[in-house]
T-cell receptor, first 111, second 111 residues
Framework: EAGVTQSPTHLIKTRGQQATLRCSPI?????VYWYQQALGLGLQFLLW???????NRGNFPPRFSGRQFPNYSSELNVNALELEDSALYLC??????????FGPGTRLTVT | EDKVVQSPLSLVVHEGDTVTLNCSYE??????LLWYKQEKKAPTFLFML????IEKKSGRLSSILDKKELSSILNITATQTGDSAIYLC???????????FGTGTSLTVIP
């Protein structure tokens, strides 16, 4: 069974640009979670999508947004990039509130 | 404020030793506590503990949830170098439908 996939693996952007990160959940999973893991910090919850709707968001500014598509894949958009947005972005999927399975992550570097 | 605290922050042991990792939490309307192992990038799921399942075991790893003390421990017996990783604890709270992660315990097993 295929696991959670994320693309791209690495992304380099400059300040002020926009970044788009993508995630495909495990087949049958309807929930997708996004997390930010900055260097030296724990996983910070960003967004939770389930059945195409945003169910919850963490304590991040509105320039972090996303969506979930009918096939349950998801996209995270970060607008007006700042240097401190440099981090590993992890996507996880689950079947509604069961344990989450993580993808390999996207390393975003903002210069 | 909801939070999850893990201790110790890091641990270095020799192969064959037994280690105990701690996770304490203050999360409103506790639903579940999860343990993950993070080696390179993506955390991999180990255990989920709930009010109806407070003890789990898989091979050399075991975990117990103490709802009275608001804490959990993860035990690893007969450690191997392959156990070297960051071990993350996450708690799901019903109040805001969020998962709160600790910053992890970095375990290094020396041959």
């Amino acid at each position: 069974e295929a696991g959670v996939t994320q693309s791209p693996t690495h992304l380099i952007k400059t300040r002020g640009q926009q970044a788009t990160l993508r995630c495909s959940p495990i087949s049958g999973h309807t929930s997708v979670y996004w997390y930010q893991q900055a260097l030296g910090l724990g996983l910070q919850f960003l967004l939770w999508y389930d059945e195409g709707e945003e169910r919850n968001r963490g304590n991040f500014p509105p320039r972090f947004s996303g969506r979930q598509f009918p096939n349950y894949s998801s996209e995270l958009n970060v607008n007006a990039l700042e240097l401190e947005d440099s981090a590993l972005y992890l996507c996880a999927s689950s079947y509604y509130r069961s344990e989450q399975y993580f993808g390999p992550g996207t390393r975003l570097t903002v210069t | 404020e909801d939070k999850v605290v893990q201790s110790p922050l890091s641990l270095v042991v020799h192969e064959g030793d037994t280690v105990t990792l701690n996770c304490s939490y203050e999360v409103t309307n506790f639903r579940s506590l999860l343990w993950y192992k993070q080696e390179k990038k993506a955390p991999t799921f180990l255990f989920m503990l709930t009010s109806s399942g407070i003890e789990k075991k898989s091979g050399r790893l075991s975990s117990i949830l103490d709802k009275k003390e608001l804490s959990s421990i993860l035990n690893i017996t007969a450690t191997q170098t392959g156990d070297s990783a960051i071990y993350l604890c996450a708690v799901e709270g019903a109040r805001y439908d969020q998962f709160y992660f600790g910053t992890g315990t970095s375990l290094t097993v020396i041959p």
